[in-house]
């Protein structure tokens, strides 16, 4: 049987890597497009592969993808988790416009024809409550991508299904990664706080957002397409107003 090959978009940090992991982990070859190498240990995971490159510059995203399928073979997954940082100087609303919804548009474009039609072939994007809600520490340009990605994402679900390639999108709240790990450590009060109004009772993390991008990838999700899943323990179902009477300072 040929190996399932996943392609991980921003793959190299943050829940991307995570992903990247259990994919490994699982058997799979799993091709990764970052900015930058991961660290040592991520290089050299057993079926994984790196691509370096800035998805913003379209003729050298364009070849990292033919090269991917030239040697990797067929894909079976896309996942995206690319995440704009902005740098200096740079506007960043066409930052987040072109890295969240043209970069994944072209992607998605470029590789349809490459789909493996004898595997369950599935893509993912992941996007952020932001997307339906407003948080108030991004900016609007973060916004404006989210939201355009729901609704990417329930575009191609529509136009795709006839080729048996299932669209969905997951949607985290701030989660623990290896990257915000030692500043949840240092900020035990703000952490506490996000365990107390989480109906769960605790802050999910890199690996909770994981599975669940793998569960929506895999043959036990065959018949769910055009759905973004919150990965927020809960967090979402409450009415805020509730949240802050229940933890407003006594007088
Ligand atoms: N972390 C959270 O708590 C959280 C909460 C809500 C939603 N989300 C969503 O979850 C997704 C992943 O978030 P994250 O926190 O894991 O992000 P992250 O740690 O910043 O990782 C982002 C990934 O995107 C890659 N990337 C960024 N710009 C790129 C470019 N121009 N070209 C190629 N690759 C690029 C990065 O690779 P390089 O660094 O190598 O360039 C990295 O692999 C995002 O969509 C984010 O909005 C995250």
């Known amino acids: 049987m040929n190996r399932i090959h996943t ?4 793959g190299t940090r943050g829940i991307g890597r995570a ?14 497009i970052g900015r930058h190498q991961p660290d040592s ?19 050298r995203l364009g070849a990292a993808l033919k090269d991917i399928i030239r ?11 690319q995440r704009y940082r902005g740098g200096d100087g740079e506007d960043a ?3 987040e416009i072109e890295l969240a919804l043209t970069a994944t548009k072209n992607i998605i474009e470029r590789l349809i024809p490459h789909f493996d039609e004898s595997a369950e072939r599935a893509i993912v994007i992941v996007g952020s409550p932001a997307g339906d809600f407003i948080a108030s520490e991004r900016d609007l340009g973060y ?42 450590a240092k900020n035990r009060r703000l952490r506490d706080f996000y365990r107390r109004i989480t109906p769960l009772g605790r802050m999910g993390t890199a690996e909770d ?21 919150f990965v927020d323990g809960g967090l979402s179902l409450l009415w805020q107003e509730s949240i802050v009477r229940k933890h407003a300072p006594p007088k």
């Open 41 to 59: 240990a991520d290089q050299v995971l057993p079926g994984a592969r790196h691509w370096t490159v800035d998805m913003r510059d379209e003729r």
């Open 143 to 184: 916004h404006v991508a989210k939201a355009g990605q729901n609704q990417l994402m329930r575009y191609y679900a529509a136009v795709l299904a006839p080729y048996g390639i299932r669209v969905n999108g997951v949607s985290p709240a701030t989660v623990l990664k290896e990257e915000s790990k030692s500043f949840y």
């Open 19 to 32: 992903l990247v992991r259990l994919f490994c982990s699982e058997g799979h070859l799993v091709s990764v």
């Open 93 to 95: 609303w066409a930052g």
């Open 71 to 81: 040697r990797r073979g067929k894909l079976s997954r896309l996942v995206f988790l």
């Open 7 to 10: 392609l991980v978009v921003g």
């Open 209 to 229: 957002v994981a599975e669940t991008i793998a569960f929506l990838c895999g043959p036990k999700a065959a018949f769910i397409t055009g759905q973004n899943i």
